[in-house]
């Protein structure tokens, strides 16, 4: 892969990617460059999404892919459900699950169930139960 | 592992509610046992008691824990088999173990009638609790997305 930085007087940050296709080389390289931008990468058929993570509601780990929920679509991503909740725990990213991760700041009620579990409402209006193991970390965190 | 993890954690709630139900059965069945002039409990009958304990909390485990939605009140089907069957039980078991041997015969009714008011409060209690969790919750994340920024 050829790089090319070119250095011109008052010009403004960018960045493209030339290539035939979006390979695993390309989304690696994507995945590093959003690290520092803090966003999360998605694919749409053969197009690769850059989404903010403010639009994502929750990611979900579904027959051995993960998928990440926004108020209007369900996109597969290429990014561990582990490395979602470590890269984006400070934008308010946890795990409610084995399986899941949600975005608190999408969270618009929660509700104390029975055996320490909390029931939350996410802002589309789907519901979501978060087991009494990672109802202790939610607590923490909206308590820090 | 995982499974005996998660069997752990259940037995260890069903245990909790067993202990207040032994100390429930055993203070009632005093109470009852001093109104009639009794002074005593046998040894045999703590022991039926803290096995008909058992019964009751692992039948509120099963009935309720997994299900419960207390937000719109505590009597629903669920809530009502648990409190009616329990009560059943232990009348069933009073008067089967004796519990009120040589007093009169509506010993087991009456101690029925404070069942009937206890195991309802306790659902009353469960439902408190989790309205409270569920306000200061909603107050944290409140706070929470405010810090964030987030309208």
């Known amino acids: ?33 959003n690290a520092q931008n803090k966003r999360i990468v998605a694919n749409q058929g053969s197009e690769t ?49 084995k399986s899941m991760v949600v975005n608190i700041k999408r969270i618009a009620a929660l509700r104390s169930d029975n055996g320490g579990r909390i029931i939350a409402t996410i802002d589309n209006g789907e519901k979501i139960i978060i087991s009494r193991h990672y109802a202790a970390a939610l607590r923490e965190k909206l308590s820090q | 592992m995982d499974r005996f993890k998660q069997l752990y954690v259940w037995a260890m709630n069903a245990k909790l509610f067993m202990g207040l139900y032994f100390v429930m059965l055993v203070a009632l069945t005093g109470i009852v046992t001093a109104i009639f002039g009794g002074n005593s409990l046998g040894l045999l009958s703590l022991l039926e008691m803290l096995g008909l304990s058992v019964i009751i909390a ?31 039980l232990i009348v069933v078991a009073s008067i089967a173990f004796k519990w009120f041997a040589g007093l009169p015969a509506w010993g087991p009714y009456l101690l029925a009638g404070f069942i009937l008011i206890v195991l309802p409060g306790m659902l009353l209690g469960l439902k408190w609790e989790q309205e409270t969790d569920t306000v200061r919750l909603n107050a944290d994340l409140e706070s929470f997305k405010s810090k964030e920024g987030v309208q």
């Open chain 1, 1 to 33: 892969m050829k790089i090319r930085v070119i250095e011109e007087p008052g010009a403004q940050k960018e960045l493209i990617i030339r290539c035939e296709a979006v390979d695993d080389q390309i989304r690696k390289l994507l995945r590093l460059i």
């Open chain 1, 49 to 97: 999404r850059i989404l903010d993570p403010a639009s994502v509601l929750y990611c979900e780990y579904v027959d051995r892919g993960v998928f990440v929920y926004t108020a209007q679509e369900v996109l597969p991503t290429d990014a561990a459900l582990a490395e979602i909740e470590r890269e984006f725990s400070d934008q308010g990213f946890i795990r409610c699950s």
């Open chain 2, 58 to 88: 692992l039948l509120q485990v099963v009935l309720l824990d997994s299900h419960t939605d207390y937000s719109k009140g505590i009597l629903f089907s669920r809530s009502v088999i648990w409190v009616i069957f329990s009560t059943v």
